[in-house]
């Protein structure tokens, strides 16, 4: 067991957070800063994050902003140009979006990209910093109960933890939804191999500011700059052919290359640089109509894990955090009051998202007419119709975070 600090005696009562990752540090913050007392649990040694780069559209700097930490997270992104999207096959421009200051000036926000590891620290230092948050590691919680008073969580050593309420953060395999909800998980079939590269290992044709997926049959390739441009970001995905379990463990180059036949040179070239590269096996879930229950909700992948396709994962957590920190405040201390305001915002909204990731997913991955179709699709766009397509998603407002519509 590990602890920060402790808390100060002048807080309003105390909530468990089950899980450290992006989106239950920013629970904590968005509810340290009303003044309650937070005791967040970790099942890993060390509170930190595993990956490589995320995306970070103008909806997730407004949560960022709103959690008072957009500069620190701003001070380590790369901000891009550009959106591309490309023809793995031909190399053709299927559609591109500019996220330079005309993005800026509508959504209010940047386009970035950022290792994970790196918001998950912008974050983290504000939670260390905040005396109401204490912290527990190498705490996997096992069991949930509830009464009309509180919730009490067990871990694995079978020791009890005790708190007004309780917000499972605690990704595609929580412990909380289990409780709650007891579903399963939905193994796409998708794996994502992702990796970093550094940049003199990264072709020079392809060192562009810019986010670019390369799309293909069944397949797509992605890669874009991190750390001041030193590094590079790079992901492919593609079908298994394989019974898939949701997880994560070391990929082989040679599983790689397997899938990517038929791709241009251009793009082709980045699967022999990575020297080591981590496979995912992934897995989203249906929408649910509900995920709070009592003194009990869910938030980030734990209530809508979501395929990548659209960048949105982390960003939909941080949305979440600060929704729950409003709905918290709105509700005036009754838990189970809040965590309904909160579900009622951000179900419809998650579920959008979900959809839409799975939709974009089948359009990167076309084939035969499919893909000649899909590369029609944007002839003629302009980037206002593009900025008008990406309104609802983008343009999210942490002040309206509570509105059915928070993009207007």
């Known amino acids: 067991m590990s602890s920060t600090h402790n808390a100060t005696n002048n807080a309003t009562g105390k909530v468990l957070i089950i899980g450290g990752g992006i989106g239950g540090l920013a629970a904590a913050l968005a509810l340290a800063r009303q003044g309650i007392r937070i005791e967040l649990l970790e099942q890993a040694e060390q509170i930190g994050e595993i990956g490589a780069g995320i995306q ?43 996220v330079g200051q005309a993005y800026r000036e509508r959504f209010g926000n940047p386009y970035a990209v950022i290792h994970r590891a790196d918001i998950h620290l912008s974050i983290l230092e504000a939670v260390q910093d905040h005396p109401l948050i204490t912290f527990r590691t190498s705490t996997r919680v096992e069991q949930l109960l509830q009464d009309d008073h509180g919730v009490t969580v067990i871990d694995q050593h079978g020791e009890h933890h005790r708190g007004d309420a309780v917000i499972g953060c605690d990704g595609v395999k ?22 970093v590269v550094d940049v003199a290992n990264m072709p020079q044709d392809l060192q562009v500011n810019a986010p670019v997926v390369w799309a293909g049959p069944h397949c797509h390739l992605v890669h874009y700059p991190l750390r001041g ?21 070391d990929g082989s180059k040679e599983e790689v290359l397997s899938y990517f036949e038929g791709i241009h040179p251009l793009p082709h070239q980045m699967l022999d640089r990575p020297t080591s590269w981590k496979r995912w096996a992934t897995a989203d879930r249906d929408p649910v109509e509900r995920w709070s229950f009592g003194r009990a909700t869910i938030l980030g992948d734990a209530a809508h894990p979501m395929t990548q396709y659209v960048a949105q994962g982390a960003c939909q957590a941080l949305e979440d955090a600060v929704t729950l920190g409003a709905a918290v405040k709105a509700a005036d201390g009754d838990y189970a009051a809040a965590f309904r305001l909160y579900e009622q915002a951000r179900i419809p909204r998650t579920a959008r998202v979900l959809y839409a990731a799975r939709d974009m997913g089948r359009v990167y991955h076309a084939r035969g007419v499919d893909r000649l179709v899909r590369n029609s699709l944007w002839t003629g766009r302009t980037q206002a119709q593009f900025y008008d397509a990406l309104q609802w998603l983008h343009g999210w407002r942490a002040d309206k975070c509570l509105s059915p519509t928070p993009w207007l």
């Open 56 to 98: 970070l559209a103008a909806n997730a700097f407004a949560a960022l902003d709103a959690l008072g930490v957009g500069e620190a997270a701003r001070g380590r992104a790369v901000f891009t140009d550009y959106l591309s999207l490309r023809d793995a096959i031909d190399t053709s421009v299927i559609a591109q979006v500019d």
């Open 174 to 195: 929580s412990a909380i939804r289990q409780a709650l909800i007891g579903d399963e998980a939905r193994v796409t079939g998708h794996v994502v191999y992702r990796a």
């Open 229 to 249: 441009g030193q590094q590079y970001n790079l992901v492919v995905t593609f079908h298994s052919r394989e019974q898939e379990t949701w997880g994560v463990r």
